[in-house]
């Protein structure tokens, strides 16, 4: 202990093994198990085409032993076993394992039958052609290098890569906490997608899917459907089904299934056993013999049938029942900026495009310099051979070559380089046809140095030269696809059964959230008592309401600050008399969240961002993209402060006006530029600077041309142009909005709108009405405005909605099913009695069976 003191350090065993493991995790992650977005490659794999590369392994060049080829690369690069830089080696030289083989093997490097590799004191390998295009123009300072492990060598962090390898070969690893599965592809069809997208920022995935039609695996096989390929290339996960090719032939009155081709990763040895166990069990009936007929020409599998089998239902219970259909599940996950992210094919092929840039113009700037180097020594050439006689003489009469540098450098001004050249110049270059030609060179590098200077100016030449690169490769190396992609009768997308149509979804205070047609809200002439929404309970009333299209995603932010996602059909359809189902029977929602606001997104909305409003005044804005892959428990939108709740969010493109008006009557207008974008996960910024008890009720978008519309909790409101509202500096108390009185009641809420939009109005009972804006006054800020709902000590208004122009033929309900009925149907403003409330809504009760059949997204959202 003595020999020990000073040196054992106390520490805490938690603290210490979650330190340890985080960087045992990391280490992982970034050094082992994740292929670079940029060449897709893992470490091992990039290591061991660099070693190749040193150690001259080319195509033209002989096969050298695997066991020196990981010898070099482990000494010199990765410091692990060498069973997995072998094992890594043999994968890239395996036909049936990679798409476009990047080592090139000899001996035996195993079998699609599971058998595996000679020792690596056996086999031989080198580059093959295509992994000479991974590593071209790495020594023109193309990528940037670092240190290795011990600090001896230098190893490249990433290959310059001439096409998008993390496509074309996928990648597939196990890191810790993740995993990653990337299938192969043609290369011919990524190089199309990838132009087309450098054509066009703005293609949709849809549109790419027109040439990248879905993996390609090495083995073949036949895809089923597209929907997986979709919801892959679309979100980074999804699941593609595999079958194997199959032939049925007839011999003797006997039928014969041949499988040419097995589903990806398949081990035919094992497929065959498990094949011949489920005939032994009786789980498969009417195979008479099962044989393995593959060669050197290919695989053949034949599956002899009994005289009274059929063909089919046999095939189909080897589909099920055996690796002859199996599931490729994708994760598109990767390294970006050594950070583990999932991404689409289209954020894939930016992410490959944007490091094509920076490969270009890094080369481009080194072939530069060396071109003005080499024209540099020429000019000086050039004037030595001018003056060859005085050059000769100064040379002849200096006593050292140093004095003779220095004294050409005094006579003709040429730098130290153009005089060393001259110096080391030879006899030889004296004759005439000598300086032709390097008055021919001369030229040509004068041609090249404008042609090269035009890529650095010129962002369009750039990609000119990427496009022209990768057609080049396309050419010398595309071939046909392998896998066909099928269509399935049975393969319906859920949602085009679904009806696009408008819809309105109402949340109640309790969380009962239903969905019920927008046409069953015909407007009405303010000062209304309105129409039953909905039946509540005694202590639940309607909060929210959303118009919306069936089609369209509903992001539900809760007073938490999370978000959560569902697509506006899987919102279950129920009677106007129906409270709905709780919304958590659809979303994970935590029993101490409740959803505070919400709102729709259009699918093609994939800009843009996500502007939010908290009651306390704090603002944030987000990218929209970052809310794209939702789980089902949510993710967070906004931290909040202690105390603090999300009151709103709007989808914004960065440069609006917003405003936000409070319970006590201000508000301030400030350009959404003000806020800069942060993550998901960010705080935010103070948007106003609030009075006493004074909370956010409001946050919109200030469309020029409109009005600011208010409402109190008495029914009060008014319409008030956006104009006179001055942009102000976020962050100050604001301009008055409205004057707050005990007649009026503190503002419930605002929005901003024009004469052809109605408003919906719910109070605390559950009753609704739709009113016309343009029956709303326009008045000045600090006005109290005009009665829009009748109110009452019990009953006050809780919640209001927007809703876009719509086709409103008159301003009563009508029962359309019993237009006889009409004169009972029509609410008279002026006979507001209990008794005839009662029998009206009773009526409308029975009246609204079909809630839910058309919607169009709000525009305000």
Do not use: W
């Not at 054509?199 to 949709?204: H, L």
């Not at 899917?209 to 993996?215: L, N, S, W, Y």
């Not at 089923?224 to 011999?251: C, D, N």
């Not at 519309?709 to 500096?729: A, D, F």
């Amino acid at each position: 202990m003595e020999f020990n003191e000073g040196k054992i350090i106390p520490a805490d065993l938690t603290q210490e093994m979650k330190k340890c493991y985080i960087d045992y995790a990391m280490s992982v992650i970034v050094g082992r198990a994740l292929p670079d977005v940029r060449d897709g490659l893992k470490p091992v794999h990039r290591r061991i085409l660099y070693s190749s590369h040193e150690l001259g392994l080319y195509p033209d060049k002989g096969y050298r032993k695997c066991a020196r080829i990981v010898g070099d690369v482990l000494g010199k690069y990765h410091p692990h076993g060498d069973t997995s830089v072998y094992d890594a080696l043999v994968r890239m030289a395996q036909d049936f394992s990679m798409r476009y083989m990047l080592v090139d093997g000899h001996g035996n490097f195993g079998s699609v039958d599971g058998d595996s590799a000679a020792a690596m004191r056996y086999t031989e390998a080198k580059m093959n052609k295509i992994a000479v295009e991974m590593l071209r123009d790495i020594n023109k300072d193309t990528v940037d290098f670092v240190p290795n492990f011990d600090g001896e060598e230098k190893e490249p962090s990433v290959v310059p890569s001439r096409y998008p390898n993390l496509l074309v070969n996928g990648s597939s690893g196990i890191a810790v906490g993740m995993a990653t599965n990337i299938p192969p592809h043609n290369l011919g069809e990524v190089i199309d997608g990838t132009i087309m997208l450098m054509e066009n920022q703005d293609i949709e995935i849809l549109d790419l899917m027109t040439v990248i039609k879905g993996p390609d695996f090495p083995t073949g096989g036949i895809i089923m459907g597209k929907a997986g390929i979709r919801a892959a290339y679309e979100t980074g996960r999804g699941k593609v089904v595999v079958r194997a090719k199959v032939l049925i032939e007839e011999e003797n009155s006997r039928n014969k299934i041949i499988v040419n081709e097995l589903p990806y990763q398949v081990n035919k040895a094992k497929l065959i056993e498990n094949i011949a166990d489920l005939v032994k069990d009786k789980k498969i009936v009417g195979i008479s013999d099962l044989r393995d007929e593959s060669d050197r020409d290919g695989m053949r599998i034949v599956i002899e049938l009994k005289r009274d089998a059929n063909p089919n239902i046999i095939l189909n219970l080897l589909y099920k029942h055996t690796k002859m259909q199996d599931t490729f599940g994708v994760i598109m996950l990767a390294l970006v900026d050594n950070q583990p992210q999932v991404l689409n094919i289209k954020e894939i092929l930016n992410h490959y495009i944007t490091f094509q840039k920076e490969v270009v113009t890094r080369r481009t700037i080194f072939d530069l310099n060396k071109a003005q180097t080499r024209a540099h020594i020429l000019d000086g050439l050039k004037i030595a051979l001018d003056n060859i006689d005085e050059v000769i003489s100064i040379i002849r009469g200096s006593k050292t070559s140093e004095i003779a540098r220095n004294t050409l450098i005094e006579r003709f001004e040429f730098s130290d380089k153009q005089a060393a050249a001259i110096l080391e110049m030879r006899l030889r270059r004296l004759t005439g046809l000598e300086r032709a030609k390097i008055d021919e060179e001369y030229n040509e590098l004068m041609k090249q140095i404008e042609y090269l200077n035009s890529i650095l100016g010129s962002e369009e030449e750039l990609l000119q030269v990427i496009k022209d690169e990768l057609i080049e490769i396309k050419n010398k190396y595309g071939d046909e696809r392998r896998s066909v992609i099928e269509k399935v009768v049975n393969e319906i997308d859920i949602e085009d059964l679904i009806q696009e149509e408008e819809v309105v979804i109402t949340i109640t205070n309790n969380g009962y959230i239903k969905r019920i047609s927008a046409d069953t809200y015909s407007a009405q002439r303010r000062g209304g008592k309105g129409i039953q929404a909905m039946t509540t309970k005694d202590d639940d009333f309607v909060e929210q309401v959303i118009i919306t299209s069936t089609h369209s995603d509903v992001l539900f932010f809760t007073n938490r600050g999370r978000v959560y996602k569902l697509r506006a059909y899987e919102i279950p359809d129920a009677g106007r008399s129906a409270k709905g189902t709780n919304i958590i029977n659809l979303i994970a929602i935590e029993p101490n969240e409740r959803i505070e606001t919400a709102l729709s997104v259009r699918d093609n909305n994939k800009e843009g961002f996500l502007f939010m409003g908290t009651k306390q005044g704090i603002v944030k804005k987000t990218p929209l993209i970052q809310f794209k892959n939702l789980r089902k428990n949510g993710l967070i939108a906004i931290s909040l402060r202690d105390g603090d709740e999300l009151l709103k969010v709007k989808v914004t493109r960065g440069d609006a006006n917003i405003i936000i008006a409070t319970q006590n009557g201000y508000a301030v207008k400030f350009n959404e530029s003000d806020v800069r974008a942060m993550g998901r996960t960010a705080s935010g910024v103070r948007s106003i600077r609030l009075k006493n008890d004074d909370v956010a009720v409001c946050m919109d978008i200030a469309v020029e041309n409109e009005e600011l519309l208010v409402i109190s909790k008495n029914g009060y409101g008014k319409r008030t142009p956006i104009s006179e509202y001055k942009v102000q500096n976020r962050g100050g108390v604001g301009l008055i909005t409205y004057k707050i009185s005990e007649k009026t009641g503190k503002l419930v809420g605002a929005t901003m709108c024009n004469e052809d939009d109605e408003l919906m109005l719910i109070n605390t009972s559950g009753v609704a009405i739709r009113i016309n804006v343009r029956d709303i006054s326009v008045t000045s800020r600090s006005a109290m405005g005009v009665t829009l709902m009748r109110t009452n000590e019990e009953e006050k208004v809780v919640a209001i909605t927007k809703i876009g122009a719509t086709d409103t033929q008159n301003n009563e309900l009508i029962d359309e099913e019993n237009p006889d009925t009409q004169d009972n149907e029509l609410i008279d403003e002026t006979n507001l009695d209990n008794e005839t409330n009662e029998t009206n809504e009773t009526n409308e009760t029975n009246e609204i069976d079909e809630l839910i059949k058309k919607i169009n997204p709000d525009d305000n959202i």
